[in-house]
């Protein structure tokens, strides 16, 4: 495994550090001022300037009018978006369409992906279930009464950005026990949205479904897709969940080198200084942690490795725990360090604190993903 990125990934964050400085995170509302979501759609102008500077097609094909990158290059990008809690689909639909283009039917990946990277198209996924604790494929039912169509019934909480994508990935299960993965357009027949409120005010959907019909083209079935794309957005997370608290953690040794008490900076007190040192320990492991699980994905992922290395769901979970339990803590410690600011709902700080619970708990929590760490350890014992 080789840590250095390649020129290509260099560009990729250097493209998006540009695009981002435009943005300003004290205009990102704040959830606790607004009643309801705090806005009604998502940074269009934002949106279009990411399809201008071409990294909505950064891990398209040429054949589709992308770059060809990977999702190292991916989270490059999603890392520099959280720094300025930039309010855009881009993980939900890059995701997706990487899972059309490598799962996908030929002629689903000529209808979508061109249009996704010039911009025109929004994707996401539903990937919490009826709950947000039980697989999402069991929250969705899909049959195949005629073998032409497919028809799906069930519902799938928490789904981002769904009053405004043009196709929802749903997985969904069989009678015969296997997972699919429908591409509906928001407005199919059947479809109804409801909305609900996110953590960080954001505006998530309950997505009902009621013998919603699907062509065989719209319908991914070969159930490598769902697991491959549920990993790659578990490991997008963990990127945002980085550059949160990489901005945090830059926001806290401002402060306290400018806050004096009794004459000094307080970052020269040993208390302050510790509680930062072990906040920038958090940072480094999330991004050795999101980097492995990054570059698994890159490689294929797939079962156990060489050596009885654990399969990509592994490497996902220990990211997931380290992105989880690593920013909430770096949050906090900003807080505490901030004094009075810190609970300061006008102060930027209270904005990144919600998104970070709102990470942390997205697509489980770091106690849901030792779970299954446990459950892979057992399955495949390391030695």
């Known amino acids: 495994m080789d840590f250095t990125f390649t020129e290509e990934q260099q560009a990729a964050t250097e493209a998006a550090k540009a695009v981002f400085a435009g943005a300003a995170p004290d205009a990102v509302p704040s959830p606790a001022l607004t009643p309801g979501a705090v806005a009604d759609d998502f940074d269009r ?59 996908g039917t030929k002629e689903l990946a000529e209808e979508l992906l061109p249009r996704v990277g010039r911009g025109e198209l929004v994707l996401t996924a539903a990937a919490h279930g009826r709950t947000g604790h039980d697989p999402a494929p069991l929250a969705v039912t899909a049959r195949r009464p005629d073998h032409d169509e497919w028809v799906l019934d069930g519902v799938q909480t928490v789904v981002p950005w769904a009053q405004h994508a043009d196709r929802i990935a749903v997985p969904a ?63 997008g997370t963990c990127a945002q969940a980085l550059g949160i608290g990489e901005h945090v953690l830059a926001m806290s040794a401002e402060y306290t080198s400018q806050r004096e008490q009794f ?52 490497d ?42 709102q990470l942390e708990l997205s697509l489980g929590p770091a106690a849901a993903h030792e779970e299954a760490l446990g459950d892979l350890l057992a399955a495949h014992p390391l030695g």
Request: aromatic fraction near 6%; include cysteine.
């Open 263 to 314: 004459g000094f900076p307080v970052a020269t007190f040993q208390a302050v200084a510790v509680q930062a040192a072990d906040r920038y320990i958090d940072l480094r492991a999330m991004e050795a942690t999101l980097w492995q699980a990054a570059w698994r994905l890159s490689t294929g992922g797939g079962g156990g490795g060489a050596g009885g290395a654990l399969p990509l769901a592994g």
């Open 45 to 103: 102008p934002l949106w279009a300037k990411l399809a201008g500077a071409d990294l909505l097609s950064l891990l398209l094909d040429p054949a589709h009018g992308g770059a060809g990158l990977d999702p190292i290059a991916l989270c490059l990008v999603l890392r520099e978006s959280a720094k300025v809690l930039a309010r855009v689909p881009l993980l939900e639909t890059s995701a997706v369409a990487l899972a059309v283009q490598r799962y």
């Open 316 to 357: 996902v979970a220990v990211a997931k725990i380290w992105a989880s339990d690593g920013v909430r803590r770096t949050v906090q410690t900003a807080q505490h360090l901030h004094g009075g600011f810190g609970a300061d709902t006008d102060y930027p700080l209270h904005r990144y604190h919600a998104w970070a619970k």
């Open 173 to 235: 299960h069989t009678g015969e026990g296997r997972t699919v993965l429908a591409l509906i357009p928001r407005d199919r027949t059947g479809v109804t949205l409801t909305d609900q409120v996110s953590t960080s005010g954001e505006l998530l959907a309950e997505v009902r479904l009621d013998s919603v019909r699907t062509a065989p083209h719209e319908t991914i079935t070969d159930e490598a897709a769902w697991e491959w794309l549920h990993a790659l957005l578990t490991t």
